[in-house]
């Protein structure tokens, strides 16, 4: 629980949770969690949580905001606005492998046309997406397998991995924390200390 770090975030596997985000509840009070986070003074837990909330669609997140009467707009709430469209940016960069070609390349010509094939596929049916973290699984290198020659899925999976490492890294700021994740893990070791 409460995760610092990517590989303990993917080991939760929230993945199946966020792709399928019109499951109820059909609002996200991304605002109240944020409040109730400072009330316990966890600002660990926000770049995580608030993660989770931003890879809502905009509609859920905005009658979420709208429950319990009009809230006040402090600058941590506007931060989490500006993280929205922030974190929608985050796939494209996670999904840069898509617009590479790579010099190791056995079959050029194959592995450019799928390449184009999948960034069409993505832009045509996740461009509403604002998940950076989930939008490329590792099941996906398995469909993609005899369709890539070897050499550029080694290469893609390297990129991707590194992008997704670079979102994680960024989410504390993106977030508003002006801290590392490291420095997060500390706070919380202290905090849960029995
Ligand atoms: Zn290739």
């Known amino acids: 629980m ?6 303990a975030w993917d080991r939760l596997g929230y993945s199946r949770d966020i792709i399928n985000l019109r499951a109820p509840p059909d609002v996200y009070p991304v ?4 409040d109730l986070l400072k009330e316990i003074d966890a600002p660990w837990l926000v770049p995580a ?4 909330g931003c890879s809502n669609p905009i509609q859920r997140i905005l009658d979420g905001v709208a429950l319990g009467g009009p809230p006040e707009l402090t600058p941590e709430k506007r931060v989490i606005l500006i993280a929205c469209p922030e974190q929608a940016l985050g796939v494209e960069s996670v999904l840069r492998f898509l617009k590479q070609r790579f010099p190791g390349c056995r079959a050029p010509e194959k592995c450019n046309t799928e390449l184009l094939q999948l960034s069409v596929f993505i832009a045509e049916n996740w461009s509403a997406c604002r998940f950076p973290l989930e939008i490329w699984e590792e099941s996906d290198w398995e469909v993609v397998a005899g369709d890539l020659c070897a050499e550029c899925i080694g290469q893609c999976r390297k990129m991707h991995a590194k992008g997704r490492q670079e979102f994680w ?8 924390l002006n801290c590392k994740w490291y420095e997060l893990e500390k706070l919380k070791k202290a905090a849960l200390k029995p």
Do not use: H, V, W
């Open 31 to 34: 605002f109240q969690i944020l």
């Open 169 to 176: 890294d960024r989410m504390p700021s993106i977030f508003g």
């Open 2 to 7: 409460y995760p610092t770090s990517l590989k």
């Open 49 to 52: 949580i608030m993660y989770l």
